[in-house]
């Protein structure tokens, strides 16, 4: 079983930063495909960004290309997402997930473990 555990969300003003983090329980981190999804209210959940096992390889939403970066540190198996130039509509609940898989995937239905959340609100 993995758990994963989201923080760093918070409130930002519009062209502002946060680094969101996922840290797991898991020994074998390093063999788990990520991926950050968010959903905003009245929305359907949606893909963001997710990184491959070996961490070579990565994908981003046309909505947050150029402005989100995922990585990850195996060594204190923990997952990152830096966003900047951040906008009112980025506002939602963000959340880290996990699939044990050597590929990057935008589809939520093929991630097993789910983070419980954090809130991002950028005000204009």
């Known amino acids: 079983q993995v758990q994963l555990v989201e923080s760093g969300g918070g409130l930002v003003q519009a062209g502002g930063s946060l680094r969101l983090s996922c840290r797991a329980s898991?020994?074998?981190?390093?063999?788990?495909?990520l991926g950050w999804f968010r959903q905003a209210p009245g929305k359907e959940r949606e893909f963001v960004a997710t990184?491959?096992?070996?961490?070579?390889?990565?994908k981003y939403a046309d909505s947050v290309k150029g402005r989100f970066t995922i990585s990850r540190d195996d060594a204190k198996n923990t997952m990152y997402l830096q966003m900047n130039s951040l906008k009112p509509q980025d506002t939602a609940v963000y959340y880290c997930?996990?699939?044990?898989?050597?590929?990057?995937?935008?589809?939520?239905?093929?991630?097993?473990?789910w983070g419980q959340g954090t809130q991002v609100t950028v005000s204009s």
């Open positions: 997930a996990a699939v044990r898989s050597y590929f990057t995937t935008n589809s939520p239905s093929v991630y097993d473990y």
């Open positions: 898991v020994r074998t981190f390093s063999s788990y495909t």
């Open positions: 990184i491959n096992s070996l961490g070579s390889s990565t």
